[in-house]
Nanobody, 116 residues
Framework: QVQLVESGGGLVQAGGSLRLSCAAS????????MRWYRQAPGKEREFVAR????????NYADSVKGRFTISSDEVRNTVYLQMNGLKVEDTAIYYC?????????WGQGTQVTVSS
């Protein structure tokens, strides 16, 4: 089993930055892929970014490309999402997602609010 805990959310003005963290515990030796998703009020949950656990391949949604950076730290069993140039439309609950073998795990989410 894998447990995920997100942190780092908060209130920031448009144009500012935040760094989200997702700490994994349990069978982290089986982790293969980590992803960030977000869900804004009245919208469906959407993909934000992904990374191979070993820090290789990365991929981003078009809406955040060039502004967000995903990274991983195997020693700390943590994945990060550095968010720069935040926009009001980035306001959402951000969720960490992990794949261990063929099993999918989710964290509880962390709130990001961007004010104009």
């Amino acid at each position: 089993q894998v447990q995920l805990v997100e942190s780092g959310g908060g209130l920031v003005q448009a144009g500012g930055s935040l760094r989200l963290s997702c700490a994994a515990s349990g069978r982290t030796d089986r982790l293969a892929t980590m992803r960030w998703y977000r869900q804004a009020p009245g919208k469906e949950r959407e993909f934000v970014a992904r990374i191979d656990w070993n820090g290789g391949w990365t991929n981003y949604a078009d809406s955040v490309k060039g502004r967000f950076t995903i990274s991983s730290d195997e020693v700390r069993n943590t994945v990060y999402l550095q968010m720069n140039g935040l926009k009001v439309e980035d306001t959402a609950i951000y969720y960490c997602n992990a794949v261990a073998l063929s099993t999918v795990y989710w964290g509880q989410g962390t709130q990001v609010t961007v004010s104009s």
